[in-house]
């Protein structure tokens, strides 16, 4: 019976140890030192290696880190085969996370296959998302089809996408977007255009306006407003910097023949991203 109790003692503390290991992991991750945090979560996996919460965790890290500009070609490619590795594991351990299926599908879609991209198994976790989300699967089929220039099928997907799911305007953006691909600028101005008219915060779309204005060389004065009121709110990191923006409102003014205010643009968008080249080679250009 001493036995038995103190056998329950040790479990329970070896639990709650691991438990806090856990949420100084978290806490680690949520500072932002996701090397820390990885080495953590290890030590933990070592003893608990089909725990969910760990294997998401540690695969959120190592996605972190793969995105950090400063970590190089080679460190990079070595952090997605990790993060891919432990979301794999996510994805096994829960059938129904749309999440991890997603990092996965776009982690082996876009990538060359030296660095690990694989179409086949990009379409086997899109095909599992359609099962779990039709919507989100649609979502992405349509951006893998653009990006294939698969327009025409894209197209027809996204038209079946406004019939299902008519509240969701995101898809005139991806329309927008296909259509400029095209260089069919006119239908993508409506496009993006309708994204608007249907979500006054669709930042990409005004964006984009600016930047179909440039490829045309058409809509120059709906560019300018667009691209006007986009710098006016500050972007998330999906988004392209307000420096770009700058660069594109300059395209547009030295269309217009404005000069002064091309330069100025181009010295405004410099201010934020001392290191933009499009601004610098621009500048460099008509001054």
């Known amino acids: ?38 080495d953590m979560l290890k ?7 089909n725990n969910l919460s ?21 460190k990079a490619m070595g952090y997605l ?9 996510v994805a096994e351990l829960d059938p129904s996370d749309i999440e991890s299926r997603e990092t996965l599908a776009f982690s082996y879609f876009f990538p060359p296959k030296i660095a690990g991209g694989n179409k086949k198994k990009a379409r086997a976790y899109l095909a599992e998302i359609k099962q779990l989300s039709p919507k989100r699967g649609m979502n992405i089929e349509i951006e893998f089809l653009i990006y294939e220039k698969e327009f025409e099928q894209a197209e027809n997907i996204c038209h079946e996408y406004i019939r299902k799911f008519p509240e969701d305007s995101n898809v005139y953006y991806s329309l927008g ?28 779309a005004l964006y984009q306006i600016g930047r179909t204005a440039v490829f045309s060389e058409t809509n120059l004065d709906r560019g300018v407003e667009c691209l006007t009121q986009y710098l006016n709110h500050e972007p998330d990191e999906n988004n ?37 080249k499009e601004c610098k080679k621009s500048l460099k250009k008509i001054k």
């Open 177 to 204: 977007m296909l259509y400029q691909q095209k260089e069919d600028y006119t239908k993508a101005f409506e496009a993006f255009e309708t994204n608007l008219e249907k979500d006054n915060e669709a930042w990409s």
């Open 81 to 89: 085969k990790k993060y891919k590795k432990y979301f794999e594991k």
């Open 240 to 276: 392209p910097g307000l420096d770009s923006a700058n660069w594109r409102l300059g395209l547009i003014c030295e269309l217009q023949g404005k000069i002064d205010q091309a330069i100025l643009a181009y010295e405004s968008g410099l201010k934020i991203n001392p290191e933009n």
């Open 54 to 74: 760990y294997n998401r965790l540690i695969a959120d890290a190592y996605f972190k880190l793969s995105q950090n500009p400063e970590a190089g070609m080679m």
């Open 1 to 38: 019976m001493k036995n038995l109790a103190l056998s329950v003692l040790i479990i329970a503390a070896a639990t709650l140890l691991m438990a806090a290991t856990f949420e100084e992991a978290s806490k680690l991750y949520e500072q932002e030192k996701y090397e820390e945090s990885i």
């Open 43 to 49: 030590v933990l996996l070592k003893q608990e290696k």
